[in-house]
């Protein structure tokens, strides 16, 4: 099973330094059946496209948390064996777990199959987008605005062999 973990550049960091995202549990976000149902897909390569949104949407929300993050989302793309990411049955269909699994223990380098993350062109929306975050869960829609730019930038896709560079 493909599952999609967000991360920050110095969370990347740590992780490389370590050899595993970890230690367990992690948020992760995978093709689940909510996921499949909300959108209405049976193309794998879209629904694999959503499960990474979701994850960059998570991202976000850490780079918010970290002032010191560059403002750049990322994400590892990462193989697992199936039943090793679970979903909660009991979220559903609630629109803001959807795709969300758990993967019970660290996660190995050596199991990521590539890196996302947003070019230097993107730092000046996501950093917008991180600062809206707040009022836009509160209903701005003006920040609603704001974070949907940052969603707006394509995240570029790196080989695990690339990830010195990204971290330098």
Known sequence: MRVYVPLTLP???????AGEVGPGPLVAYAVTPALREWYVSDDIEELEY?????AAAASLR???GDPSAARRRVVLAADVPDGAAVADPDRGLD????GEVRVAGGLSLG??????VDSGDAEGDVG??????????????????????????ELLWFATQ???????
């Open 11 to 17: 969370r990347l960091a740590e992780a490389y330094k």
């Open 50 to 54: 959503a499960a990474l949104n979701r």
């Open 62 to 64: 850490l780079v918010a």
């Open 95 to 98: 629109r803001g777990a959807l």
């Open 111 to 116: 199991k990521v199959a590539a890196v996302h």
């Open 128 to 153: 917008a987008a991180a600062a809206a975050l707040g009022a836009a869960d509160m209903g701005d829609e003006d920040a609603r605005f704001v974070v949907d730019g940052a969603e707006d930038h």
């Open 162 to 168: 690339e990830i010195p560079g990204l971290i330098g």
